[in-house]
């Protein structure tokens, strides 16, 4: 998958400016990296990170205000992300194409957009066992929250498939598919929140 970067290189610019855990040194760092919002994860979960082989979702061009929350992709996702796209299908012939719905919706969650469930249905949903899904007009990506703020996502789905939200049998499969990864994975900590209420899995942008 395009713009995808390491959270090695990440860790990297950490430990040449030798941060302290936990420590501020101003709202932001190289790409936007929000230190005293999401130093944590990185300095404790990196290596986690590093053996999930997770990648880094970045948006072109950069965030002018940073990066609020984070959006990582699992290898598996990213070898078969070109493939599943060409089975998608576009509801409106006047809509645009589903990989720049998929990166602005990226831009749109990255930046820390106001995002509160149930009344912003059409962006973010929990389907069940901590699995959420991430909602673009005719794309849904599946995922789940390791920690609040950053998403991972490791399947992808035709919308226009998907259109009897009130048919849970229809996300099931992804739900299992996503809860079988995780179970692979074998690194508890990188298990999914759990609950289907936002403020658990992630903060908005002070306006």
Not at 75 to 100: A, H, M, N
Not at 105 to 133: A, C, H, Q, T
Not at 159 to 177: G, I, Q
Not at 178 to 196: Q, T
């Amino acid at each position: 998958m395009a713009r995808s970067q390491t959270l090695s290189n990440q860790i990297c610019k950490l430990q040449e400016l030798s941060v302290p855990y936990g420590g501020e040194v101003g709202p932001r760092l190289q790409g936007g990296l929000r230190l005293n919002h999401n130093m944590q994860y990185i300095a404790c979960y990196g290596r986690n990170f590093e053996e999930a082989r997770f990648d880094r979702a970045e948006v072109d061009p950069p965030l002018k205000r940073g990066y609020w929350r984070h959006i990582w992709v699992t290898r598996e996702f990213s070898e078969k992300f070109e493939q599943e796209l060409t089975r998608l299908s576009v509801g409106d012939p006047d809509s645009v194409p589903p990989i720049e719905q998929i990166w602005a919706r990226i831009r749109f969650f990255s930046d820390g957009r106001k995002m509160v469930y149930p009344y912003d249905l059409r962006n973010l949903r929990p389907i069940g066992e901590g699995i959420w899904e991430l909602k673009t007009l005719d794309v849904r990506l599946f995922g789940w929250f390791p920690f609040k703020d950053c998403f991972v996502i490791h399947a992808m789905a035709d919308a226009n498939v998907l259109h009897d939200e009130k048919n849970s049998d229809l996300w099931k499969p992804y739900v299992d598919l996503v809860s079988a990864y995780i179970r692979e994975l074998g690194i508890p900590a990188l298990n999914p929140i759990l609950g289907a209420e936002t403020q658990n899995v992630l903060s908005n942008r002070p306006q």
